[in-house]
């Protein structure tokens, strides 16, 4: 499957973006997804995964409440709602695919087999 994420962009403290992953290549409903960060000089890190019917989700601490994943499997894409930004939400944020049992949400970035280019957020003050 191949992932194309969009919708980064400059935003203020405070301010909301979504972003988006269109997949193509395969049947999309079959992978669990997730979307992951690096800011500069950090590791990669988990933000939230999905599983393949979206019915189970999970979310690294640092973004529940504010960051909401979400899917339409009709529409082959994966969305991420990202309120309440802050600039320690910046980094390149990519999506990923594991091809996986069902209803699982993976949380370790080897698990997932497919990975997008990443679309870059900034968060001024």
């Known amino acids: 499957v191949q992932l194309q994420a969009s919708g980064g962009g400059l935003v203020q403290a405070g301010g909301s973006l979504r972003l988006s992953c269109a997949a193509s290549?395969?049947?999309?409903?079959?992978?669990?997804m997730g979307w992951f960060r690096q800011a500069p000089g950090k590791e990669r890190e988990l933000v939230t995964s999905?599983?393949?019917?979206?019915?189970?989700?999970y979310y690294a601490d640092s973004v529940k409440g504010r960051f909401t994943i979400s899917r339409d499997n009709a529409k082959n894409t994966l969305y991420l709602r990202m309120n309440s930004l802050t600039p320690d939400d910046t980094a390149v944020y990519y999506c990923?695919?594991?091809?996986?049992?069902?209803?699982?949400?993976?949380?370790?970035?080897?698990?997932?087999?497919?990975w997008g280019q990443g679309t870059q957020v900034t968060v001024s003050s």
């Open positions: 999905i599983s393949q019917r979206g019915t189970r989700t």
């Open positions: 990923a695919a594991d091809d996986t049992i069902a209803g699982v949400t993976p949380i370790r970035s080897y698990e997932y087999d497919y």
């Open positions: 290549g395969d049947t999309f409903s079959r992978y669990a």
